[in-house]
């Protein structure tokens, strides 16, 4: 079976140094203080193999890829290119190491859907030969394609599922995925997968179903309550086009009148603002034929004024004895025709008085007779106005008496459509329950014969042999008798399942379950990714830390002593396939100087995963 093999895994950004950690095709060491991104990098890992989730670091900010460079199993290179938070993956033949801006070779689904024929998992588990191999699904015998999670969970540990008290061989612990993870572990200690099978539900299914039968039932006389009519669904959807046709026909009618009622209020803006202006030109003509009206009988009265002083002089200078009327001057003192000078001269100066008030009304009456007509015209003109401006009021209220209808009949048939609209999607609901119930209804008995769900004993004997050889060359103590229970889906070590020890021990074992399956399938040409990431596999039992492992029991437990430590790394040294190792402590020297090794330290040396700048903390 071919496996994989890690190059390296890089985060990229545009105008970021690049974060970066190449893998040694042995054994790689990334260890140094808490808090600089090792078990990151774990994560990181387990996301670019089909990982939903990863939560990024502050100093992940500005990064916008992450690239794992891998090596296929017939020697060819595969860079696998994601960014946060996405689920394509683009896929490319080539070692890339930095911000990829070449188009992809393939576009993939990052997590794996059984109904998606183009999945990261589907590409890689034919790149492996392991594309048609079928895992156990139920106890019935259904089965389904072996999938990438399946695996890389096997061979990628996180340091909070090293500790869990979870088996190693269970990914999720649920009773729904517990026939496929123990079907897994069958497949790789046996390199066989199980035959595909038309099988039907066992009894504990069909009591399920039985169940889901009576709740479907429930839920359509529920819901066919909710209809509002006894209509056929048929029925309906001829109502729902009859009424969209009149929805159609409504909306028409509803806009023509609209714009009907907006041109009328655009004529009734032109119709007010003309009237405005004549009222204001009458008014302004008016004032002024009110005022030239008082010129001109000002001047008419002037005129009759001199006509009167001009008889009355003549009369009084020539007929009156005694003080002249004219000068004053006392009749000893008058010349003869003294009167008659006087009522001569006085007569001139009204006639000239006379003619020029004569020339000015002569000159006013023009200009009263224009305006008088200028008045006239404008008054018949603001009737013309006013008679169309009542004109348009009538429009409007027309208008507005057809819109208001419109408008009502209109929300009536949308009203009438959503009722139609709801009926015919709880008609839907309830075909889709039928359609479920008649499913479940309809499924088949359960075969006579299922496949084998168990390993063989001798399989198992020889898994267990090289499970104790791991533990006793770690030199843990007290560990006898350990093994794979098949039965249980557990490891046990001393006689104890894992769950039942302290934290301690029970990273120890997963780690070497872990390595010893990889070791067990490398060896004999079994499937399996061919490399294992452990983070912080082996811990120094002091004592049981009850704050934050609430759920160790009050057992007491085995010491592990620091020898532990450099006898896994040498182990590891000899590790058949690649191993990625993640701690807090200083590897052994014989490590240092045959391992390629990454120290993260705030010291001296590299920070942590992520470059950062001066004063920032490491990542």
Not at 268 to 287: K, Q, Y
Not at 313 to 342: K, M, N, W
Request: with cysteine.
């Amino acid at each position: 079976m071919g496996s994989l093999q890690l190059v390296h895994l890089t985060y990229a950004g545009s105008g970021k140094p690049s974060a970066q950690i190449v893998f040694g095709p042995e054994l790689t060491a990334i260890y140094g203080a808490s808090d600089t991104g090792k078990t990151f990098i774990v994560r990181s890992v387990e996301y670019m193999l089909g990982g939903a989730q990863l939560t990024m670091p502050s100093h992940a900010e500005g990064y916008t890829q992450i690239l794992l460079g891998l090596l296929l199993p017939d020697g060819s290179p595969l860079t696998l290119v994601r960014r946060p938070g996405t689920n394509s993956t683009h896929v490319h033949h080539e070692d890339l190491r930095d911000l990829v801006h070449r188009p992809a070779d393939a576009f993939v689904n990052s997590v794996h859907n059984a109904r998606s024929k183009n999945s990261l998992s589907v590409h890689l588990m034919r790149a492996m030969g392991l594309d048609e191999v079928l895992i156990r699904k139920n106890e019935a015998g259904g089965t389904r394609s072996l999938a990438l999670t399946d695996l890389v969970h096997l061979s990628v540990v996180t340091e909070d599922r090293m500790i869990a008290m979870r088996s190693p061989v269970l990914r999720t612990g649920t009773a729904t995925t517990r026939a496929a993870e123990t079907s897994v572990m069958r497949l790789l200690l046996t390199g066989e997968g199980d035959p595909s099978i038309d099988t039907g539900p066992n009894a504990g299914q069909r009591r399920v179903n039985r169940g889901q039968i009576s709740l479907l039932d429930q839920l359509v006389i529920d819901w066919s309550a909710k209809l509002e009519s006894n209509e056929s669904e048929r029925d309906l959807r001829d109502r729902l086009a009859r009424i969209n046709t009149a929805i159609d026909a409504q909306s028409n009618a509803l806009r023509a009148a609209d714009e009907g009622h907006r041109e009328a209020v655009r004529d009734r803006m032109t119709h007010a603002r003309r009237l405005a202006v004549l009222d204001e030109r009458l008014a302004e003509v008016s004032d002024l034929l009110g005022r030239f009206r008082l010129l001109e009988d000002q001047y008419r009265s002037d005129l009759e004024r001199l006509v009167m002083v001009n008889e009355a002089g003549s009369i009084l200078g020539y007929f009156r004895v005694g003080t002249c009327v004219f000068c004053g001057a006392d009749p000893e003192h008058q010349h003869p025709g003294h009167s008659q000078q006087e009522a001569t001269q006085l007569h001139i100066a009204v006639q000239a008085e006379a003619a020029k008030t004569t020339a000015l009304l002569n000159d006013l009456l023009p200009t009263i007779a224009d305006l008088a007509s200028e008045q006239d015209e404008g008054a018949r003109t603001w009737q013309a106005v006013k008679n169309g401006l009542e004109a348009v009021d009538e429009r409007i209220a027309e208008a507005e008496s057809q819109l208001a209808p419109l408008r009502e009949g209109l929300q009536e048939l949308l009203e009438a459509r959503s009722a139609v609209e709801r009926s015919l999607e709880l008609h839907a609901r309830i075909a889709e329950l039928e359609d479920k119930r008649s499913r479940l209804y309809g499924e088949g008995a359960v075969p006579a014969t299922r496949p084998a769900a168990y390993i063989a004993a001798r399989v198992v004997n020889d898994f267990d042999s090289v499970l104790q050889q791991t533990l006793s060359s770690w030199d843990v103590p007290a560990v006898d008798n350990s093994g794979y229970d098949q039965y249980n889906a557990e490891i046990r070590a001393g006689g104890r399942p894992r769950a039942g020890r302290g934290k301690g021990v029970r990273s120890v074992l997963h780690s070497a379950f872990t390595t010893s399956l990889a070791r067990f399938c490398i060896e004999r040409d079994l499937p399996h990714l061919g490399f294992v990431v452990l983070d912080s596999p082996v811990v120094t039992y002091r004592q049981p830390v009850k704050k934050n492992f609430p759920q160790d029991p009050d057992l007491p437990d085995v010491r592990i002593e620091s020898t532990v430590v450099d006898s896994f790394y040498e182990d590891m040294l000899a590790f058949p396939g690649q191993a990625v190792i993640i701690e807090n402590g200083d590897p052994p020297l014989g490590v240092l100087s045959e391992a390629t090794t990454y120290h993260f330290t705030a010291a001296d040396g590299r920070p942590g995963f992520f470059p950062v700048g001066p004063g920032d903390s490491t990542i």
